[in-house]
């Protein structure tokens, strides 16, 4: 039995999908990159497309994370990435079959607004559990959905949706995983996430700006990852870019690398893509944070990668 997690949604504050200026940009990088013999048959375009870093793109979809195990589908944020997974589910049975389990960080737009194109919710009596460090989340998910802001209304969804809320102080067992949160710091709470499960573990803490008071949080937040496979971290600014966004809830890798150095964790994952940042600047700070890693943090047994979608991890249970 492993643990799956697979990112669906990567970018922060609002979808951001790619342009035709950009998608030009792409092609033209491609096409210019091609030899000849790349595209003498479908098989060598094929794989020109497979090595190419210009045939793929970050995404634009808002938060949205599936971490998946046994008879189990956990969902981290509502955001717009939750329309392709709760598509997903439903081809392939788990969307009636499994337990359902959707974790919110905090109620921002870009956590939520995927919540009500979530196509399980609308199957009768299909049992759908919420999660959230909050005691009103079901009022905050009824409110997106009420007044003049959408059709369909919370009260008349036929599945049978159950809020609740959990504790700061203590791991709580849910569908056979242990699940912790962590208060973080941004405007009107969030909370980061562990989730701990046959052996394996993985962290997810967006949104947090943790660059404004690094020296009081580095050790609660390297305590709270300890010895988790991925930890995926709100780094939606560059280092300088950050002093141009003091306030605004938000991290540079930069601090997290400051904090992680001597953690023993698997992979660090830039989390919350800047939505001004095409997928040239992605790359550029994912490889700013490469190099400050190596210097700072040579002996730094763990990766660093920058979410995109798509992009899954099988952990074997141990
Ligand atoms: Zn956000
Ligand atoms: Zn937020």
Redesign the pocket.
């Known amino acids: 039995m492993s643990m799956r997690i697979r990112m669906w949604g990567v970018r922060g504050s609002i979808a951001a999908p790619l342009t035709s200026a950009q998608l030009r940009d792409k092609a033209r990088q491609l096409l210019t990159q091609a030899r000849a013999e790349d595209l003498a048959s479908p098989e060598a375009i094929e794989a020109l497309i497979d090595r190419s870093e210009h045939a793929w793109t970050y995404g634009g979809n808002t938060s949205c994370l599936e971490v998946s195990f046994a008879d189990q589908v956990f969902v981290l944020d509502a955001g717009t990435g939750l329309r392709a997974l709760g598509g997903k589910l439903m081809a392939d049975g788990r969307g009636k079959g499994h337990g359902l389990h959707v974790f919110f960080t905090?109620f921002?737009w870009?956590?939520i607004c995927g919540f009500p194109f979530f196509a399980p919710i609308y199957i009768p009596g299909r049992e759908v559990s919420v999660w959230s460090g909050r005691s009103d989340a079901a009022e905050l998910l009824a409110t997106q959905m009420g007044g003049a802001h959408f059709p369909v209304k919370w009260n008349s969804l036929p599945s049978r949706i159950t809020c609740r809320q959990l504790p700061e102080d203590a791991a709580t067992a849910v569908g056979g995983a242990q699940v912790r949160i962590l208060p973080l710091i941004?405007?009107d709470k969030?909370y980061g996430y562990r989730i701990d499960h046959g052996g394996r573990a993985m962290c997810y803490l967006s949104?947090t700006e943790v660059s404004k008071t690094p020296h009081r949080v580095a050790e609660t937040y390297a305590d709270f990852v300890r010895g988790a496979d991925v930890v995926v971290v709100d780094a939606m600014y560059g280092f300088l870019d950050y002093h141009d966004h003091i306030n605004f809830?938000h991290s540079t890798i930069f601090n997290f690398i400051d904090f992680f150095k001597d953690a023993d964790i698997g992979e660090l994952v830039i989390f919350h893509h800047d939505p001004m940042a095409g997928d040239a600047a992605v790359t550029r700070l994912l490889t700013d944070a490469q190099r400050y890693k190596q210097l700072i943090a040579p002996e730094a047994r763990w990766t660093l990668s920058a979410a995109r979608e798509g992009q899954t991890w099988d952990l074997a249970a141990r």
């Open positions: 905090h921002h870009d956590h941004h405007p969030a949104d809830g």
